[in-house]
């Protein structure tokens, strides 16, 4: 991925970067270049129409989207500046000059001076680029373009995990407000039943008031969750460069939870973690603080330049263009600065320190990489371990309760065990879509811990 080898040697507390050599050019090899997220479109995994169709909104209308695009722009635009530097600057001139020039400075006796005459001229200053101080200029204005690119595509990588994070969770909020009203229809089922048998003495009413516990417990959970529904509607609008409501009639749609049991190959070879933006983009500061060393280290060197100026001057302007009105100068120059008090070595020194801090930077951005993909992956595929017990948990659980329920019914055991029994239904099943929410959430972390591209 860098043309350049990094040495660190440790010379007891001092750290000395050794540098051999730096690259002339810095490029990353084809298959590593960053895939955007509307490239390989990895949420159709999910078969979610309503999630594309939020994605692809999101992706034209999202204003983080928009000033990224911009920051790309103004760097390319630094570019075309910095390279106006290989060409010569020209102006031109033309006027009318009156003056008088005192006769009283020379002698007593001599007149004054009146002249007055018209002008026309051009001039030109060119800095000749023998010593590369222009081209170490581009070289870094490129370098901070691909960093905008590359913020691009992690602003674009961030979007669309936002996106799919958000919708999972309100597809899992809508699940267990799904959960949440189907078992009050059973609790208030249960809640007829003894009521019905306290009618008919075969029970009490402490029975009665049990039922009603559950039945107006689980009855209390509903605004909190119809709350984070709309909650997490405003944050999907807000993503998506909607305002609330605009996209309900999308989002009404009983889609339910995605597909949360993919497959994801976890034998991805390494190189796909140097396709990741923030690694991307450190390599590119990488390289754009290279050609800062570069630029300092152009300063210490001679300036060579050519200035010139021609022109016409005649007190008429009929004669402007006449054969003894041209005026011309050439000057060749080339400077050097020898001393300045000793700023230029400073300015060296600091770009180097800059350089080796984006050294240590690239590589904390590596490790941190690897850490995130090992621990997305090991988080799904705990998570699907989990799912497989937890269904065995609502499986019983509502076995449990429908036997002590029929047991209840012919008056062989206690009401405290039906109530249990709901309880332990609605906390498993609750379990459950919480965790397979999370499983989806999972997915998408795996997706952008790899900064995209996994089919």
């Known amino acids: 991925m860098l043309a350049a080898l990094f040495f660190l040697r440790a010379h007891g507390s001092d750290r000395d970067y050794l540098l051999t050599p730096l690259p002339e050019s810095w490029q990353m090899e084809q298959q590593n270049f960053q895939t955007l997220p509307c490239d390989d479109e990895w949420w159709n995994t999910f078969n979610d129409p309503v999630l594309t169709e939020l994605i692809n909104m999101a992706i034209a209308n999202n204003y983080n989207v928009a000033a990224a695009l911009k920051r790309i722009a103004m760097a390319s635009k630094e570019i075309g500046m910095t390279r106006a530097g290989y060409y010569p600057t020209i102006g031109v001139s033309g006027g009318w000059t009156k003056e008088q020039e005192s006769g009283k400075l020379y002698s007593y006796d001599t007149e004054k001076i009146r002249s007055s005459y018209f002008s026309l001229g051009a001039s030109m200053n060119w800095e000749i680029d023998v010593f590369g101080r222009v081209y170490s200029n581009v070289k870094e204005k490129k370098a901070a373009y691909n960093v905008a690119r590359a913020d691009y595509d992690a602003v674009m990588v961030s979007l669309c995990a936002s996106v799919a994070t958000?919708?999972?969770?309100?597809r899992t909020y809508e699940a267990e407000l799904t959960v949440a009203r189907q078992h009050i229809e059973s609790q208030a089922y249960v809640c007829k039943i003894t009521e019905s048998r306290y009618k008919a003495d075969l029970g009490d009413m402490l029975e009665v008031t049990q039922a009603k516990v559950v039945l107006y417990e689980t009855e209390a959970t509903l605004p909190t969750l119809e709350s984070n529904v709309r909650t997490m509607k405003n944050s999907l609008a807000l993503l998506v460069g909607k305002y609330p409501g605009e996209i309900d009639d999308l989002l009404d749609s009983e889609s339910g939870l995605p597909?949360?049991?993919?497959?994801?190959?976890?034998?991805l070879p390494a190189e796909l973690l140097r396709r990741r933006p923030d690694i991307v983009e450190a390599e590119m500061e990488l390289a754009e603080y290279a050609a800062a060393v570069g630029v300092a280290k152009k300063d210490f060197l001679?300036?060579?330049?050519?200035?010139?100026?021609?022109?016409?001057?005649?007190?008429?302007?009929?004669?402007?263009?006449?054969?003894?009105?041209?005026?011309?100068?050439?000057?060749?120059?080339?400077?050097?600065?020898?001393?300045?008090?000793?700023?230029?070595?400073?300015?060296?020194?600091?770009?180097?320190?800059?350089?080796?801090?984006?050294?240590?930077?690239?590589?904390?951005?590596?490790?941190?990489?690897?850490?995130?993909v090992d621990n997305a992956l090991v988080s799904y595929a705990a998570l699907l371990r989990a799912i497989e017990l937890q269904t065995r948990v609502v499986e019983e659980s509502k076995k449990s309760m429908?036997?002590?329920?029929?047991?209840?019914?012919?008056?062989?055991?206690?009401?405290?065990?039906?109530?249990?029994?709901?309880?332990?239904?609605?906390?498993?099943?609750?379990?459950?879509?919480?965790?397979?929410?999370?499983a989806l959430a999972a997915l998408v972390t795996i997706y952008k811990s790899l900064g995209g591209g996994w089919r």
Do not use: C
């Open 166 to 170: 958000a919708y999972m969770q309100l």
């Open 259 to 267: 597909n949360y049991h993919q497959t994801v190959d976890i034998g």
């Open 302 to 372: 001679p300036v060579l330049s050519i200035t010139g100026d021609i022109g016409t001057s005649a007190h008429s302007g009929k004669n402007l263009f006449s054969k003894n009105s041209l005026t011309y100068s050439i000057a060749p120059q080339l400077s050097w600065t020898v001393f300045e008090g000793l700023s230029r070595n400073y300015a060296l020194s600091e770009s180097k320190l800059q350089l080796e801090a984006a050294i240590d930077q690239y590589n904390l951005t590596v490790m941190t990489a690897i850490e995130e």
């Open 402 to 438: 429908e036997l002590s329920f029929e047991l209840y019914r012919s008056g062989l055991t206690m009401f405290t065990n039906v109530v249990d029994g709901q309880i332990d239904w609605l906390t498993s099943q609750n379990t459950l879509t919480e965790m397979q929410g999370e």
